[in-house]
């Protein structure tokens, strides 16, 4: 018979007040696998922390985004986000899956164009496009969307320099109910300066006006936005058709859609109040239906999902470095990952499971990451059943911008790995080392040699 673990007798206070919707406490279920395979193997192979993303999770997840928008408009088109998660294993999935490219940087877009998408087919977005970037994009039939009327100025001055019509669409932000709104981006439909900025492009005809598009927030819970947004658009585009007898090849209807990760301060878990990709489709799709477009003129929908599509998709698995108490008798358990690579915890609650077998008895308890910053905190209240030195966790729903967003502070970025739809993993990013690190230093003659 094995030897059970001993485990301190510990008192504790009982907490007044009302338990959460699903009644006490229920125990923990260890999180062991990930596709099939080991924590404790990969960990093993790859050292820890480790970032794992499941191919077979963001094609799932991607199939369901896909269906619930083209079982409802006849005319769909995704176009993954680059700067929700870069990795090349990533975004070459999505494209494999039949996605186009958005980025929002020339790094991205090159990036894209190495990855063998082609330029047609990757959307230039953002607000810092210099006169290079224009004319790279413009030879490769890339559309540009316009973001204020310095970039248009600039592309009509540019256009009249090269041999090929810019491609453009313009940015617009618009009042959809939801606060805060998202002015700082785009042309303002309310005002406006949306209708002025198409009259300029229209008047000059020195490019070719083929989009409009809108991003009306981040981690949208209100699915209901999209409808007076949609509605906006279509709009604007009828009245393009009326005005100028011109027809918009497409409306872009951005991103922003929520996970199922859970907001700071949220009442509910992001599983129960997260709309779904039904959710989104059924408010997009029936404002643009009943615009007032006829069935051969209707407008391709384009979508730049990126956090909906990819956050279950990632895990962080790490291991715990040390115990303490506080000063106010708090437990607090020290990780061997922090911000420095879960940039979400400044936003969200994380789910972290143990990945091997706990004991049934939990308590609160704070999670700090191993920087020498006091904001180093991964959660600062959760749950859990008390975790060894040596011990694992499994952070879930990391699969968005903890990749893009992660800093190279204090400590090196690690391995990526991705199990394939048939339970194998790949090395998909390899760990950073000194020589990595100092490869972009250079050192000035004079300060080569001292003594000390």
Known sequence: MT???YERPVIKTLNKGVSNKFGAQQGFIPHTHIDGLSVKELTKEYG???FVLSERTIRETYRQAKTAFTTRYPNVQFAWSYKTNYMNAVCNVFHQEGSWAEVVSIFEYEKAMRNGVPGDKIIFNGPDKTENDHR??????????????????????LSEKVDKRPRVAIRINLDTGVPPMWDRFGFNYESGKAWDAINKIMHTDKMDLIGLHCHIGTFMLAAHAYKVAASKLADLALSIKKTFGHDIQYIDMGGGFASKNTLKGAYLSGSDISPTFDDYAENICTALLNAGFKTEELPL???????????????????VLANKRLSDGRRATILDFGVNLLFTSFWYEHIISPAQECSQY???AVLYGPLCMNIDVVRESVKLPPLNKGDQVVVHRVGAYNMTQWMQFIALRPKITMIDMEGKSHLVRDSEDLDYLMLPERMPEHLKDFEL
């Open 136 to 157: 790279i994009a413009i030879e490769n039939g890339s559309p540009i969307h316009i973001d204020h009327l310095d970039e248009l100025y600039s592309l009509i001055e």
């Open 3 to 5: 030897k059970l673990r």
């Open 301 to 319: 929908l384009i979508l730049e999902s990126g956090r909906s599509l990819i956050d279950d998709a990632g895990y962080l698995l790490g291991s």
């Open 362 to 364: 939990a308590e609160d």
């Open 48 to 50: 820890s922390p480790l």
